[in-house]
């Protein structure tokens, strides 16, 4: 294709004029890969032709860009994007009043409202399951405060029990001339699809600890290979012991001592709690290492962590009743050897069997059914939380 591209001046004026690229060569073309190439500049037999070099369209495709009027690109959409996104961002107009751009601003209210709801719910359509929704906002205009109809208007579509937060953007002030309080930031309003499938994301709403790009490209560079549970957790020792070699180095580079201080400060010292590993689905299901390359299951890291009940002085009489449904020092069976585990001297934070009157409250049976438990070699542990 490189010579009829070449051949085909008001392609090559766009370049010019977009990018500042002189496409005068098949070198050219070959080292600048990233050029978008116009196919309205082309007949369709080009197109056509073109088309056929893929086996798959999409899975060549790594993103969309649509020029559009925005209700009719979410319409348009809606067949081939439904229910796929992960993330949704928008900075819809702020209904203050102005018309200095291609939506009319100066909708108020319900107008205003009604244009929002409507792209708003295709928006919606298109999310995952585990999908969040941001949408920026402001109180600046004093005569119209919109805000909390923004606020209504979200949880209506998504639903309350999937309100994630109001998280405030400081802005500068410095030009501010506000007679009272200076309006001093923006809001941006966040929802999930399914709160709950959203937070079992280990990543989605937490800021990554030290290594933990190095331990994800560990992961990746394992993955092909489906190695034995034994095997990951062996290469996740090493790759921290050679950390801990590096870091003791620097340490003692600068003319510091290796003592407790310098130990606790080091960067890595958070991740490498995380030494465990087992398969799962990409929805979280559990998978055996022996069946993890048929079923194509992820690696998954994980730590163990403290399952007590937060606070001894809040237990209530029924936590301690071993008549109650909410009893907390249950002793849960070892699946290996049989035996009763111990409680923890609090108590576990969650009762034993589930609640049928409340399904979003968990169990230590559940959470067990799902491989969310981590028993000891043997009873005399006690069991602990997976923390991914």
Same mark, same amino acid.
């Given at each position: ?21 002189? @496409?005068?060569?098949?070198?050219? $073309? ?18 056509? +032709? ?17 020029? !559009?009027?925005?209700?009719? @690109?979410?319409?348009?959409? #809606? ?45 919606? +359509?298109?999310?995952? #399951? ?19 109809? $923004? ?63 190095? &331990?994800?490209?560990? &992961? ?33 580079? #600068? ?31 559990? &998978? ?19 399952? !007590? ?42 009762? #034993? ?20 438990? @981590? ?11 997976? +923390?991914?």
């Amino acid at each position: 294709f490189y010579e009829e591209i070449l051949n085909n001046e008001v392609q090559l004026a766009e370049w010019k004029r977009l990018y500042g690229v002189d @496409a005068d060569s098949v070198e050219t $073309l070959k080292e600048e890969k990233y050029l978008v190439l116009d196919t309205k500049f082309f007949d369709r037999e080009f197109k056509d +032709r073109l088309l056929e070099t893929f086996d798959d369209l999409d899975e060549a495709i790594d993103g969309v860009l649509v020029k !559009s009027e925005n209700f009719g @690109a979410l319409n348009l959409m #809606q067949e081939r994007y439904g229910e796929q996104v992960k993330c949704i961002y928008i900075d819809p107009p702020y209904n203050t009043g102005g018309n200095d751009f291609l939506y009319k601003d100066s909708y108020r209210n319900s107008s205003w409202m009604t244009m929002l709801h409507d792209r708003i719910t295709l928006l919606g +359509r298109l999310m995952r #399951q585990d999908g969040v929704f941001f949408s920026s906002i402001d109180d600046k205009d004093d005569e119209n405060r919109v805000s909390h109809r $923004l606020m209504q208007l979200t949880e209506d579509i998504f639903g309350k029990k999937n309100y994630l937060d109001n998280l405030i953007w400081v802005k500068n002030t410095t030009h501010n001339d506000a007679k009272t309080f200076s309006h001093n930031h923006e809001y941006i309003l966040s929802f999930a699809k399914n709160r709950d499938q959203a937070a079992e994301e280990h990543t989605m709403f937490r800021q990554n600890k030290p290594g933990f790009s190095e &331990v994800m490209e560990l &992961v990746h560079r394992l993955q092909p290979h489906y190695p034995s549970i034994e095997e990951i957790e062996k290469s996740l020792r090493e790759l921290y012991r050679k950390k801990s070699e590096a870091y003791k180095e620097s340490v003692l580079a #600068q003319g510091l001592e290796w003592n407790d201080e310098t130990k606790r400060n080091d960067p890595w010292k958070g991740i490498k709690q995380y030494k465990y590993a087992e398969y799962r689905l990409e929805d979280g299901t559990w &998978v055996d290492e022996k069946e993890a390359k048929e079923k194509k299951a992820k690696i998954w890291i994980y730590r163990e962590s403290d399952p !007590s009940w937060p606070n001894a002085s809040s237990l209530t009489a029924e936590h301690k009743d071993t008549n109650s449904d909410d009893y907390r020092f249950y002793h849960p069976i070892h699946p290996v050897t049989g035996r009763p585990c111990p409680a923890p001297k609090t108590g576990w934070r969650w009762r #034993q069997h589930p609640n049928p009157n409340k399904s979003d409250t968990l169990s230590f049976e559940e959470l067990d059914k799902k491989h969310l438990i @981590a028993y000891g070699k043997d009873e005399k542990k006690i069991p602990q939380i997976k +923390r991914f």
